[in-house]
């Protein structure tokens, strides 16, 4: 009886966890058994690793061969096995010796020719292997500059199953990966593009300063699109911390960019109004994979003709809304995607969508109401900012060939307003005024009862819940930060409740 044994890595959502891959080996009837929850695609890898052996001009044991991933409970999913358990059978079967794959992590898929292939999901899996305490891992070419990016270990990048096993064997040894320079990126869209729309551009200075939901209502042309693609612009660069997050996320959906592994940006995602509920909060049928607003975790998420998604996929972003995190359960398991986006819906105000506006609509006022219905009340109480953003007239189409403010001048701003609420909240484990609870706004850093007097009266007459107060109160403390008050006065107030309470709220 002869045994080895190696490790790999499994995903659950963004989260990897070790797996040791035993291999047993042992006279008897030619037999591969692959125990250990494994999922049809890793059922299907024995012949993967078979075919890739056997091309490099190594040989496949033809014996009884008891191949075990554990944890056995786990579930285990997706090509990026095969590495693992080719070089397990080989140590078991002395090609290579079995204490050079002991420690070593495997990550890869093969391909029949003994080509080692690209897979998703390498840097949450390198992350979980840094934090077990291995220090070297042998992964795809195509994904060694995105492994690199976890600096406390050695990454050796492999092309081939020949170029293992020789590694293994101590013939010729893999070459640790070292990280290249980063490709500059294009700068974002500039906000200076944006003509007149002083409201539109407005709520998207506090948006970004503060972390809050936007609304944009207005006829096409009036520029709703615009703002909310150069509202990632605007917000500061992602941290160390969030860039691993936000790249971590974006790895396990397959949609890294190439030659450019780390996510430094806030991201953007638009998808379509046809989107399902799985495409925009996540799922699938095999390995569960990040929805629209997982992938726009730390940016944007911005779904233009609001109103022509079907009613029951936009309520489940209430509660992802909410809890910056969304857990997905399937049968085999679950998973757990941080989404902590900032909220960004564009609708007309009617049917019909009349670029001159009211003046030339044709809907009726049951047409509206019905139009403006298929968003649902607790899902637009949760949005802070709501913008009516008026036709683009000709007036303000010439003022605004006067040069309008750029992208970097607003960001300068934000990035002013972003480290004075970071300096108040500092202790809490908050970095935004959006994430505030209401208790603390109102115990720990209560606005004076004069400057509410317009909010009290909302709240009075029921044109605000008390939610809706709460969010009040969260834009007036970002309408001072940008304004370089240490309190909200009567003056924040008013502007936060102003941009609350227009009529895209009807």
């Not at 899996?125 to 500059?145: D, M, S, T, W, Y």
């Amino acid at each position: 009886m002869t045994l080895a044994r190696t490790w790999s890595v499994g995903l659950a959502g963004v989260h990897g966890a070790m797996v040791e891959v035993e291999v047993d080996m042992a006279n008897g009837v030619p037999h591969v058994a692959l125990v250990g929850l494994p999922d049809a695609v890793v059922r299907q890898s024995v012949d993967r690793v078979r075919a890739a052996v056997t091309n490099v001009g190594a040989s496949f044991p033809q014996r009884r061969i008891t191949i075990g991933l554990s944890p056995a409970s786990m579930p285990k999913q997706g090509s990026g096995f095969d590495l693992a358990l080719a070089a397990a059978v080989l140590a078991a079967s002395g090609t290579v010796p079995r204490e050079s794959v002991d420690q070593l992590v495997f990550l890869g898929e093969l391909g029949l020719d003994g080509s080692v292939r690209g897979i998703r999901g390498v840097l949450p899996a390198v992350l979980a292997a840094a934090r077990a305490g291995h220090r070297q891992v042998i992964v795809p070419a195509a994904n060694a500059e995105e492994a690199a990016l976890v600096e406390r270990l050695e990454v050796l990048a492999a092309r081939d199953l020949g170029g293992v096993l020789a590694h293994l064997a101590g013939r010729e040894r893999l070459s640790a990966h070292v990280r290249g320079t980063p490709p500059e990126l294009p700068p974002p869209p500039d906000l200076a593009d944006v003509v007149g729309q002083a409201a539109g551009r407005r709520a998207v200075e506090v948006a970004a300063a503060g972390g809050h939901h936007l609304f944009l209502a207005g006829p096409p042309g009036a520029g709703k699109t615009m703002l909310a693609e150069r509202l990632p612009g605007v917000l500061p660069p992602l941290g160390e911390h969030a860039a691993l997050e936000v790249t971590a996320i974006h790895s396990v959906a397959g949609t890294l960019p190439p030659g450019a592994p780390l996510v430094t940006r806030p991201t953007f995602e638009a998808p379509h109004h046809s989107a399902t509920m799985a495409a925009l909060i996540g799922g699938g049928s095999g390995q569960i994979r990040p929805g629209a607003i997982c992938r726009a975790h730390r940016g944007v998420l911005f779904l233009d003709e609001a109103p022509e998604f079907p009613r029951a996929v936009l309520d489940t972003l209430r509660q992802p809304l909410e809890r910056g995190q969304v857990t997905i359960h399937r049968a085999a398991g679950a998973a757990t995607f941080p989404c902590r986006a900032q909220l960004v819906l564009a609708a007309n105000p009617c049917p019909c969508a009349s670029a001159a506006g009211d003046t030339a609509c044709t809907c009726s006022p049951l047409e509206r109401r019905r139009y403006r219905s298929r968003l649902s009340g607790p899902l637009l109480d949760r949005i802070d900012l709501r913008v009516d953003l008026p036709p683009v007239t000709r007036a303000a189409w010439l003022d605004g060939m006067a040069a309008p403010e750029t992208t970097a001048e607003v960001a300068r701003r934000v990035a002013g307003a972003r480290a004075a609420a970071a300096e108040r909240l500092a202790g809490t484990g908050l970095s935004v005024n959006s994430q505030v609870p209401g208790r603390l706004l109102r115990e720990r850093w209560a606005v004076p009862r004069s400057s509410l007097a317009l909010a009290e009266r909302a709240l009075e007459r029921g044109a605000l819940s008390v939610r809706g107060f709460d969010r009040v109160l969260r834009v007036a403390w970002t309408v001072a930060d940008l304004a370089g008050r240490t309190v909200p006065g009567p003056d924040e107030v008013a502007e936060a409740l102003g941009m609350r309470l227009q009529r895209v709220a009807a």
